[in-house]
């Protein structure tokens, strides 16, 4: 049963992040004043076990640690196929062509930095506590 309930919880969550995440792309011209960090997971259309894997730890990680930010609207996340022609160029931008954990940090509505975290997704995706933890910090490093 708590399984069962756990999968309910994931899918909501998923559905209510991924409505956000097209939010983002309409509007990244309008930036919300709120916003300190833009989360993106680029994708291909047909993934690997390890990127669906990035992609669910890091939905499950911002929810469970930064839901506040979230509905505040400091942090969006968006995940975006790369391959499709609407988004070839966010996907120029941030040199993705395939699997790509980027983040943009954000002050007083400008764009400050862009962090390419694809190597350290890879590298602790299969160790979720660990993967959590890091993620936490770096977050909370770019919210500074």
Request: charged share 25%; aromatic share 10%; hydrophobic share 40%.
């Amino acid at each position: 049963m708590k399984k069962i309930l756990t999968t309910v919880a994931f899918i909501i969550l998923s559905i209510s992040i991924f409505a956000q995440s097209n939010d983002s792309i309409t509007n990244a011209q309008n930036i919300n004043p709120k916003l300190k960090l833009q989360v993106y997971y680029f994708h291909i259309t047909h993934r690997c076990n390890t990127c669906t894997s990035i992609e669910q730890e890091l939905r499950k990680d911002l929810d469970s640690l930064f839901r506040k930010e979230i509905e505040n609207g400091i942090i969006r996340f968006a995940s975006i196929n790369c391959e499709l022609p609407e988004n070839d160029a966010l996907a120029r931008k941030y040199d993705a062509y395939g699997a790509t954990l980027a983040f943009t940090i954000y002050a007083n509505n400008k764009e400050l930095k862009k962090e390419d975290l694809t190597g350290w997704a890879f590298q602790k995706v299969n160790k979720p506590a660990i993967f959590a933890n890091e993620l936490k910090q770096k977050i909370s490093e770019a919210l500074k």
